[in-house]
């Protein structure tokens, strides 16, 4: 089943922060971040696995609550060039780990 | 040190022609994945390959659909006798192994367009 993500789309002025949420109705062992610019490949932005840490580097980070089946992606300070349309993609829990389902997504435009 | 790559980055088939739509994975990456893409929608999962076997076809549509991973050269996607319905644009990914974290890198993408 798709998890949803909210909100469906945020516009931002640059240094602006956003949260985007990614909440799933099965146990999850993983969500992975995308970005993708539009014609473009979504790039890889982090994956959070079940018991491990929050991620982060500079002013992306995410979390992952495994009680309530929910993921947060943080963008702090937003830049230009953080412009594009990201996505969770999950992988439950007890199945098969390589086997990604993934959210509409949420398109971010970060204005000057 | 390149990433994923596809080819061909634009197809236009008319209805009723094959379309082939090829994946080299990252180098010392052995485990390739197809995901297509709907205008506004996510990606959606089609199959999973390792070098000369499909491990999980589970994504992928019963009839017309075919994928390979031969131990040499790129992975194909095969669609037989193409309908209008399979405009999507088709991603490629791969990952070094399928472990704890199987993380996955993906390619440009092939933008097949059906007239």
């Known amino acids: 089943q798709q998890p949803v993500q909210s909100p469906q789309a945020v516009i931002l002025r640059e240094g602006e922060d956003a949260v985007i949420n990614c909440s799933s109705s099965?146990?999850?062992?993983?969500v992975h971040w995308y970005r993708q610019k539009h014609g473009e490949a979504p790039v890889f932005l982090m994956i959070?696995?079940?018991?491990?840490e929050q991620k982060g580097h500079e002013k992306i980070s995410a979390s992952f609550n495994e009680k309530k089946q929910q993921s947060s992606l943080y963008l702090t300070a937003s830049q230009l060039s953080y412009s594009g349309t990201y996505f969770c993609g999950t992988a439950a829990s007890g199945g098969s780990n390589y086997k990604l389902t993934f959210g509409k997504g949420t398109l971010l435009t970060v204005n000057p | 040190n390149a990433g994923v790559m596809q080819n061909p980055r634009h197809l236009v088939r008319r209805r009723g022609q094959e379309a082939r739509l090829r994946c080299s994975p990252m180098k010392g990456h052995s485990h390739v994945y197809w995901y297509r893409q709907l205008p506004e929608e996510g990606l959606k999962f089609m199959v999973y390959l390792q070098k000369e076997n499909i491990i999980d076809e589970s994504g992928m549509p019963k009839e017309r659909f075919s994928a390979e991973f031969p131990k040499e050269g790129p992975s194909i996607l095969r669609i037989q006798q193409v309908v209008r319905g399979d405009s999507a644009a088709y991603f490629c990914?791969?990952?070094?192994?399928?472990?704890?974290?199987?993380?996955?890198?993906f390619g440009p993408g092939t933008r097949l367009t059906v007239l």
């Open positions: 099965k146990a999850l062992y993983s």
């Open positions: 959070l696995l079940k018991g491990g």
């Open positions: 990914a791969s990952s070094p192994l399928v472990g704890v974290s199987n993380e996955q890198f």
